[in-house]
T-cell receptor, first 115, second 113 residues
């Protein structure tokens, strides 16, 4: 089975802190994603990576950056955490070329509270 | 812009009933549609993926159908069980780019024992 592992399930950080959320997948997937999920707003894409060192902004990239130095690992960085970044963060991956086809797999989620 | 709607937002049924969850989308030029299950506080688990050329997919008690022309998909759950209680989301992939995935807001299903 595909496994997408998010290193931290629950975090509490202070406003202004730098926050790292780590995600690792074990199926050699090209694509990796970071979403946030908020009540009433659903899932929103923050960043997407289709290869090592390659990234694309999603719908809500402001206040976030990402790093993909190895194929299996995709990190989400909050440079200076703010209270409006309190949310559930979901990492996902899929094996995909330029065309459609493949299932997207999600991690268990990371609950971030910024105080 | 693709919009995905799931109605109703919440549904409560007695155990043993067959039920249908609905997903509608505004742009019929999709590549595929995927149904997920999400338990409280957890990530999303993929249930079924239907390619644009397919009409339905089945897995156990689950059957998902796709009608691109009308912009609709349904997830049929047979003989519902309390363990089926969860939020069910559909997601539509619009184009060849993997990032073009739009999620519905989900239907929260409660199956009463």
């Amino acid at each position: 089975d595909v496994k997408v592992t998010q290193s931290s399930r629950y975090l509490v950080k202070r406003t202004g802190e730098k926050v790292f959320l780590e995600c690792v997948q074990d199926m050699d997937h090209e694509n990796m994603f970071w979403y946030r999920q908020d009540p009433g707003l659903g899932l929103r894409l923050i960043y997407f990576s289709y290869d090592v060192k390659m990234k694309e902004k999603g719908d809500i990239p402001e206040g976030y950056s990402v790093s993909r130095e190895k194929k299996e690992r995709f990190s989400l960085i909050l440079e200076s955490a703010s209270t409006n970044q309190t949310s559930m963060y979901l990492c996902a991956s899929s094996k995909d070329g330029a065309r459609s086809g493949n299932t997207i797999y999600f991690g268990e989620g990371s609950w971030l509270t910024v105080v | 812009k693709q919009e995905v709607t799931q109605i109703p937002a919440a549904l409560s049924v007695p155990e043993g009933e067959n039920l249908v969850l609905n997903c509608s989308f505004t742009d019929s030029a999709i590549y595929n549609l995927q149904w997920f299950r999400q338990d409280p506080g957890k990530g999303l688990t993929s249930l079924l993926l239907i390619q644009s050329s397919q009409r339905e997919q089945t897995s156990g008690r689950l059957n998902a159908s796709l009608d691109k022309s009308s912009g609709r998909s349904t997830l049929y759950i047979a003989a519902s069980q309390p363990g089926d209680s969860a939020t069910y989301l559909c997601a539509v992939r619009l184009s060849g780019s993997a990032r073009q995935l739009t999620f519905g807001s989900g239907t929260q299903l409660t199956v009463l024992p």
